[in-house]
């Protein structure tokens, strides 16, 4: 589905029906400028719809314009209506005397036509099997369509690593329908690649990127899904037209979801930092894997994205759980359908910059501690681009944890 198509109210985001039909939200929206340097601009329902008033303008006259791409609240203080003879269109410009951050989350977090049980049924309709390996393997999926907001470890986005074969990997992109075919472009900031084939255009700017592909052979997968064990639900002609007006809900649901960046709490950070090390030693254990696993950030990646799927603001201590589960039973359902020649011990090597930068840190702030970036980076002596490898190769090999602007050496580097 285009976003631009849509037209009922049941696929309309919850923050795009209030900002369209609610009068005390008349002049709020998501700020897109018709002027370069802002002074005209519009207020849209989200990011993702089309101003269904383009004839309406805003203009900062006596005060700053609001930044673009964020969404705000101004203050109209006069409103001039022309007709254009020409055309008889109507054209309205509201003067603003001042404007403020609105924060969408509230109702983006509302309760709406579907709940989560709902959603991750959705990504059952195409397949069957047994119903814990169903259930497994809808969730999964509908974290990878909820991606990852941004901040936990830079470019947010789900990388899903899948295995089975050719017929299940189309019931599996199928299922993936829901995602707008406006973020299957690279220029897209929610860009979502979903392929049989290994490489993609990049894109640039993008918010966030959620890859999913078949076999991969060196994307670093956040979580692995197996669906070799699955088959295809037949349908009738009637029950297929009903699951694609079902899927216009469930895309009005993630766009909701889009809009959250829910964060940790305290007590859920320090629940990531056991469940890193807990992952960590259970993969390296196996000895072996037909796929590369990021071992750092991938808990924070999938608790965010399981609070999304909740509509929570916050990552509670359960998603957590819940994230280190999951993961941890995929690929034991993985190691235990493939066989692979790659030992762990050959895919997680440290690069020397990285090395070193391990034991610097680990020297100067110990292990279990939250380190300031741009500290981090002071002390290391490495450029930006080097330090940043450094640590996405600590990341990968689980010795690293990350959140946004810090960064945290864990114990037990050997």
Same mark, same amino acid.
């Given at each position: 589905?285009?976003?631009?198509?849509?037209?009922?109210?049941?696929?309309?985001?919850?923050?795009?029906?209030?900002?369209?039909?609610?009068?005390?939200?008349?002049?709020?929206?998501?700020?897109?400028?018709?002027?370069?340097?802002?002074?005209?601009?519009?207020?849209?329902?989200?990011?993702?719809?089309?101003?269904?008033?383009?004839?309406?303008?805003?203009?900062?006259?006596?005060?700053?314009?609001?930044?673009?791409?964020?969404?705000?609240?101004?203050?109209? $203080? %006069?409103?001039? @209506? *022309?007709?254009?003879?020409?055309? =008889?269109?109507?054209? #309205?410009?509201?003067? /603003?005397?001042?404007? +403020?951050?609105?924060?969408?989350?509230?109702?983006?977090?509302?309760?709406?036509?579907?709940?989560?049980?709902?959603?991750?049924?959705?990504?059952?309709?195409?397949?069957?099997?047994?119903?814990?390996?169903?259930?497994?393997?809808?969730?999964?999926?509908?974290?990878?369509?909820?991606?990852?907001?941004?901040?936990?470890?830079?470019?947010?986005?789900?990388?899903?690593?899948?295995?089975?074969?050719?017929?299940?990997?189309?019931?599996?992109?199928?299922?993936?329908?829901?995602?707008?075919?406006?973020?299957?472009?690279?220029?897209?900031?929610?860009?979502?690649? $979903? %392929?049989?084939? @290994? *490489?993609?255009?990049?894109?640039? =700017?993008?918010?966030? #990127?959620?890859?999913? /592909?078949?076999?991969? +052979?060196?994307?670093?997968?956040?979580?692995?899904?197996?669906?070799?064990?699955?088959?295809?639900?037949?349908?009738?002609?009637?029950?297929?037209?009903?699951?694609?007006?079902?899927?216009?809900?469930?895309?009005?649901?993630?766009?909701?979801?889009?809009?959250?960046?829910?964060?940790?709490?305290?007590?859920?950070?320090?629940?990531?930092?056991?469940?890193?090390?807990?992952?960590?030693?259970?993969?390296?254990?196996?000895?072996?894997?037909?796929?590369?696993?990021?071992?750092?950030?991938?808990?924070?990646?999938?608790?965010?994205?399981?609070?999304?799927?909740?509509?929570?603001?916050?990552?509670?201590?359960?998603?957590?759980?819940?994230?280190?589960?999951?993961?941890?039973?995929?690929?034991?359902?993985?190691?235990?359908?493939?066989?692979?020649?790659?030992?762990?011990?050959?895919?997680?090597?440290?690069?020397?910059?990285?090395?070193?930068?391990?034991?610097?840190?680990?020297?100067?702030?110990?292990?279990?501690?939250?380190?300031?970036?741009?500290?981090?980076?002071?002390?290391?002596?490495?450029?930006?681009?080097?330090?940043?490898?450094?640590?996405?190769?600590?990341?990968?090999?689980?010795?690293?944890?990350?959140?946004?602007?810090?960064?945290?050496?864990?114990?037990?580097?050997?």
């Amino acid at each position: 589905m285009a976003l631009h198509d849509r037209s009922i109210g049941a696929e309309l985001s919850v923050v795009e029906r209030e900002m369209l039909f609610n009068d005390a939200y008349a002049d709020t929206g998501f700020v897109v400028y018709a002027s370069d340097d802002g002074r005209l601009f519009q207020l849209l329902a989200s990011p993702f719809l089309e101003n269904k008033e383009p004839g309406k303008v805003y203009a900062a006259a006596s005060c700053p314009p609001p930044p673009e791409h964020i969404f705000a609240q101004v203050t109209v $203080i %006069s409103e001039q @209506e *022309s007709i254009d003879e020409r055309t =008889g269109s109507k054209h #309205i410009v509201k003067t /603003i005397g001042g404007w +403020k951050p609105f924060d969408p989350t509230p109702l983006a977090a509302r309760r709406r036509i579907l709940d989560y049980e709902e959603v991750v049924q959705h990504f059952t309709r195409l397949i069957r099997g047994e119903e814990d390996v169903i259930s497994q393997i809808a969730t999964c999926s509908a974290l990878y369509a909820l991606s990852s907001p941004p901040g936990i470890a830079g470019t947010g986005g789900i990388n899903t690593a899948v295995f089975g074969k050719k017929f299940q990997w189309d019931l599996f992109a199928g299922s993936m329908a829901v995602i707008p075919r406006e973020f299957r472009e690279a220029r897209s900031p929610w860009y979502y690649y $979903i %392929s049989a084939r @290994e *490489s993609m255009r990049q894109g640039a =700017g993008n918010d966030e #990127i959620s890859r999913a /592909i078949l076999r991969p +052979k060196k994307t670093v997968a956040d979580i692995p899904l197996e669906i070799g064990d699955v088959a295809e639900r037949r349908f009738l002609r009637d029950a297929r037209a009903t699951l694609k007006e079902e899927n216009g809900i469930v895309t009005a649901y993630i766009l909701d979801s889009l809009l959250l960046r829910p964060e940790p709490s305290a007590r859920a950070e320090q629940i990531i930092t056991d469940a890193i090390y807990e992952l960590r030693d259970d993969f390296k254990k196996a000895g072996r894997a037909p796929y590369n696993q990021n071992l750092g950030d991938a808990i924070p990646k999938l608790s965010a994205s399981l609070a999304r799927l909740h509509h929570n603001t916050e990552v509670a201590d359960t998603l957590v759980k819940e994230s280190v589960d999951l993961l941890l039973d995929m690929h034991h359902r993985i190691a235990a359908f493939h066989n692979t020649p790659l030992k762990i011990s050959q895919v997680y090597r440290l690069s020397g910059d990285a090395r070193k930068l391990y034991f610097d840190l680990y020297g100067i702030f110990g292990a279990d501690y939250w380190i300031p970036l741009e500290e981090a980076q002071n002390s290391s002596g490495l450029d930006p681009a080097e330090f940043e490898a450094a640590i996405e190769s600590l990341c990968l090999e689980g010795y690293c944890q990350r959140k946004t602007g810090y960064v945290k050496i864990l114990e037990d580097y050997r």
